[in-house]
């Protein structure tokens, strides 16, 4: 039996896909102490599962988008939920680091499948204000795994250890390749013979970077996910480092902020339907999300540094997260549907690196005792996102309406004469 894609459970089914890539980051952070011990070696090395899982992650979907151009979604999603099932797998019977580190790279291709083809099936099947709504409620739903992931690979290390956590994931790919299998109708209408030829290929990855606006929203999403990530990376060293919080606290501080994302994807949704304009949101919450970055750090260089001045300010700005998300992600998609793939594997490898390198910031300019590294960034990549959206993605936006309001008033003329 195929899933409507009107149902609520095409959504749950498009966000548990996006859902790999949190629960393989955030349900492993607990572990990384005990996988240093069990393989011998130190914390900072069995860090880099993160780091290589990250890489997969950027790297895959480059391949893949243009790869379901071609062959479809469904045979690619396959694919890529099989390859994370074995990967996982192999993490979890891994008795060295390289072994361990191998692994996780194909656990991040096959997460970027899952992540990456979620919104080319959006594009696929939805337009306009439709898709600016799945797409809402599709990361309101998601964001249940980051919620529940720290606490869940927390439990799980504590009765069965490490390797459990990988086989958990594992588990969690194979469900979803047989509900791929079982369950999902291929989303594309017709694919592109020509996808992965080495010219055609070349020519619709620069067809959306040369496009203004697809390259202008993608840079306003990954610029404030690189915001988000400056939290994430540096969320444990500021909440348990410098405020003092248990580890146990922790994790319900990290839900707070994920539900954050969940109220303002939810609420994005909402206003969407009630037809508010896409630049009304995103304005509301790139100026938002900057503020509330520059307020972290006054507060973070003040004497009022403790959980009831900070927390509200990151829930706040993950709250803005939700709103900018889904309308980014639409903006970027809307103008190449016919290579939806390739557009789909640019923002998500864009995404990831930009999180890359905003973690690479904060380990950089950390200083050990103060929140100052984390307002730091989240203010460098909020700001970053709202000056390309002012400064590039809307002048264009105002310059095409204005050319078809004058197409308009032309074409009126036009049937006003012959009449």
Not at 49 to 69: C, H, I, K, R
Not at 105 to 114: P, T
Not at 267 to 291: E, F, Y
Not at 380 to 401: I, K, M, Q, T
Request: hydrophobic share 55%.
């Amino acid at each position: 039996m195929r899933i409507r894609s009107d149902s609520f459970a095409f959504t749950l089914f498009l966000s548990a896909l996006g859902g790999l890539t949190p629960l393989s980051i955030d349900m492993g952070l607990p572990a990384l102490v005990s996988i240093g011990n069990s393989l011998h070696i130190s914390p900072a090395a069995a860090g880099l599962t993160l780091s290589f899982f990250l890489a997969g992650f950027a790297l895959g979907p480059v391949a893949l988008g243009p790869l379901s151009d071609r062959y479809g979604r469904r045979p690619v999603l396959l694919g890529g939920t099989l390859l994370f099932a074995f990967a996982g797998t192999g993490c979890a019977l891994a008795h060295s680091l390289p072994m361990l580190l191998f692994c996780r790279l194909l656990a991040g291709i096959g997460a970027g499948a899952g992540s990456t083809l979620s919104l080319a099936i959006v594009r696929d099947l939805f337009d306009g204000i439709n898709a600016r709504i799945k797409l809402s409620y599709v990361s309101t739903v998601g964001t249940i795994a980051p919620m529940i992931a720290p606490t869940l690979g927390t439990i799980i290390l504590s009765f069965a250890g490490w390797r459990a956590i990988y086989a958990t994931l594992a588990v969690t790919g194979f469900v979803l390749m047989i509900v791929v299998a079982f369950a999902f109708a291929e989303s594309l209408a017709q694919v592109d013979p020509m996808a992965i030829h080495p010219r055609r290929l070349a020519s619709n990855y620069g067809r959306f970077f040369r496009n203004p606006i697809c390259l202008g929203y993608a840079l306003v999403g990954s610029l404030s996910f690189g915001c988000i990530f400056s939290y994430i990376s540096s969320s444990p060293l500021v909440m348990m480092g410098v405020l003092g919080v248990s580890t146990a606290f922790y994790g319900w501080t990290f839900a707070a902020t994920a539900l954050g994302i969940m109220a303002g994807a939810f609420v994005n949704g909402k206003l969407s339907a009630r037809a508010v304009p896409a630049s009304t949101l995103l304005s509301i919450g790139l100026i938002t999300s900057a503020l509330t970055a520059l307020a972290l750090i006054a507060v973070a260089n003040s004497r009022w540094v403790h959980l009831g001045t900070i927390l509200p300010l990151l829930v706040l700005n993950t709250f803005c997260a939700g709103l900018i998300g889904p309308n980014s992600n639409q903006g970027a998609l809307h103008p190449v549907p016919d290579i939806a793939g390739v557009a789909s594997a640019v923002l998500g490898s864009t995404r990831m690196l930009t999180g890359a390198f905003a973690s690479l910031l904060i380990a950089l300019f950390y200083d050990g005792h103060t929140a100052r590294a984390m307002g730091a960034m989240m203010s460098l990549f909020s700001l970053a996102s709202l000056l390309v959206y002012f400064g590039l993605v809307r002048p264009v936006e105002r310059r095409a309406e204005r050319a078809s309001r004058r197409q308009e008033s032309l074409l009126s003329l036009e049937v006003e004469e012959v009449r």
